[in-house]
């Protein structure tokens, strides 16, 4: 079964800054809904991003508006998450989400099918 795969990821100090890439590959129709998802030790799963991939409109969660961005990378099938400023609260596994939904949104790609096997990141004070 194809399912999305994450890159990127590590550790930072508060205030930095990484870059997280997902590739949905060996899918017969590309989706045309991805996103990010991320779930902190002892918390549960929370969206983050999402985009279209062929519209490319998209939808935040209130808590990473002005810090973070999705972005299509190229083709339909690839996403990036740039986060910026990032907070010691922004630790957790990050996980990418793949579907085909009518709407892109958080609320539609939280059920999705596909999952990343998650990346993690750490941000320390």
């Known amino acids: 079964q194809a399912r999305p795969v994450e890159s990127g990821g590590g550790s930072v100090q508060a205030g930095g800054s990484l870059r997280l890439s997902c590739v949905a590959s060996?899918?017969?129709?590309?989706?045309?809904?991805m996103g990010w998802f991320r779930q902190a030790p002892g918390k549960r799963r929370e969206g983050v991003a999402t985009i279209a991939t062929i519209a490319e409109y998209t939808d935040y969660a209130d808590f990473v508006k002005g810090r973070f961005t999705v972005s299509r990378d190229g083709d339909q099938t690839r996403i990036s998450l740039q986060m910026n400023n990032l907070e010691p609260e922004d630790t957790a596994v990050y996980y990418c989400?793949?579907?085909?939904?009518?709407?892109?949104?958080?609320?539609?790609?939280?059920?999705?099918?596909?999952w990343g096997q998650g990346t993690q990141v750490t941000v320390s004070l």
């Open positions: 989400a793949a579907g085909w939904k009518m709407r892109c949104s958080l609320s539609a790609l939280a059920d999705a099918r596909d």
């Open positions: 060996d899918y017969s129709y590309p989706p045309n809904c």
